[in-house]
């Protein structure tokens, strides 16, 4: 099946600092990739929908000076958060899509648990 | 209201019991539906992907979807301890870029 690799899983960090998270299709090219963001006991809410050669579409309320994405090629999304803070603390969630044409060929990262200090 | 609610649990069975997880939802615009299994602190996987009303049966997991009654649920037959993880409906809109909704999921424990 197809495989996303997130990467890293886990992430400390002091306040102010930026932290880079990655999001790889590791067996198919994806031309979309998603990121989420998910707070305990709460659903995924997407944040931005990142396209291969193009800037990415962000959801109301997210800042995209804050939350920069760069999709450089068709394996790889790249999620950088800037002057981490500590509310910025949450479990990031990259997927993509294998056939853009249905929701069925949507594939998850494994996630990456971001605290700031 | 959010568009998509969903009862957090915690929902605690013992083995082989029959399992049913619901959600509500408010969008009547809302055609696919799905159903994700989470493990504490991984990535969401899919279960089951419905289009429309109807039931889908896939191994011990049935999906419904009753759209008049914006209502879907996942019944688990058999329920094992490692279907002990978080469940989370989502659903959209027609079109594969359209944005998943997600309910805040529910957690389950099944117990030897």
């Known amino acids: 099946g197809a495989v996303v690799s997130q990467h890293p899983s886990r992430v400390i960090c002091k306040s102010g600092t930026s932290v880079k998270i990655e999001c790889r299709s590791l067996?198919?090219?994806?031309?979309?990739m998603f990121w989420y963001r998910q707070f305990p006991k709460q659903s995924l809410m997407l944040m931005a929908t990142?396209?291969?050669?193009?800037?990415?579409?962000?959801e109301q309320g997210v800042e995209k000076d804050k939350f920069l994405i760069n999709h450089a090629s068709l394996t790889l999304s790249t999620l950088t958060v800037t002057s981490a803070h500590p509310e910025d603390s949450s479990f990031y969630i990259c997927?993509?899509?294998?056939?853009?044409?249905?929701?069925?060929?949507?594939?998850f990262g494994s996630g990456t648990q971001l605290s700031v200090l | 209201q959010k568009e998509v609610e969903q009862d957090p649990g915690p929902l605690s069975v013992p083995e082989g019991a029959i399992v049913s997880l619901n959600c509500t939802y408010s969008?009547?615009?809302?055609?696919?539906f799905m159903w994700y299994r989470q493990y504490s602190r991984k990535g969401p996987e899919l279960l089951m992907y419905?289009?429309?009303?109807g039931n889908k049966e896939d191994g011990r997991f049935t999906a419904q979807v009753d759209k008049s009654s914006k209502y879907i649920s996942l019944f688990i037959r058999d329920s094992q301890p490692s279907d002990s993880a978080t469940y989370l409906c989502?659903?959209?809109?027609?079109?594969?870029?359209?944005?998943?909704?997600f309910g805040a999921g529910t957690r389950l424990a099944v117990h030897p």
């Open positions: 419905t289009y429309s009303s």
């Open positions: 990142s396209n291969e050669g193009s800037k990415a579409t962000y």
């Open positions: 997927s993509a899509t294998l056939d853009s044409a249905t929701n069925e060929k949507l594939f």
């Open positions: 989502a659903m959209s809109g027609l079109g594969g870029y359209n944005k998943l909704i």
């Open positions: 969008n009547s615009a809302f055609q696919y």
């Open positions: 067996d198919f090219q994806a031309t979309t």
